[in-house]
């Protein structure tokens, strides 16, 4: 008679084919890309990691509260002069304590892949692409904010 304590539940109801990327690599898209390339790039990892759907979701909420963050600086303190140092410092400074909450919600399902001793997939491609594109689109919302 087989015992169930003994049987491994790392990997259950886990694609374990698919690779999630680092978690502090995330901090780089965060920090260059600004909120809504982080929570994207969560997101999907949240997705590859296996995390439940009431995680996932509390990310894009905080991805979410995070924008919501950033509309509300540049709104009270962008002025005539366009968005200074200090509002792309602040900016940036909202997105990445956004992704460390973000990470924190997937800290748990990457331990459990990192006992599975798989190895990660890289970010570089991804990474850029959503950088890029978030960037681009948090840019287009903060300047309907400023007119």
Do not use: H
């Not at 995390?51 to 996932?56: G, L, P, Y």
Request: a positive charge; one cysteine or more.
């Amino acid at each position: 008679m087989p015992d169930d304590l003994l049987r491994p539940t790392i990997g259950t109801g886990v694609d374990l084919t698919v690779r999630p990327w680092r978690l502090m690599s995330q901090t780089y898209v965060a920090f260059f890309g600004g909120v809504i390339a982080s929570t994207v790039v969560a997101y999907l990892n949240a997705g590859r990691l296996g995390v439940d759907a009431a995680k996932r979701r509390l990310i894009l909420l905080s991805g979410l509260g995070g924008l919501a963050a950033v509309i509300g600086i540049v709104a009270l303190l962008a002025d005539d002069s366009g968005v200074t140092t200090e509002l792309r410092v602040l900016t940036r400074v909202v997105a990445v304590v956004c992704c460390i909450a973000q990470l924190r919600l997937q800290r748990p399902m990457d331990r459990a892949f990192q006992l599975r001793g798989s190895e990660y997939r890289s970010l570089w491609a991804v990474g850029i692409a959503a950088t890029v594109g978030g960037a681009l689109v948090e840019v287009l919302i903060l300047v309907m904010v400023v007119l």
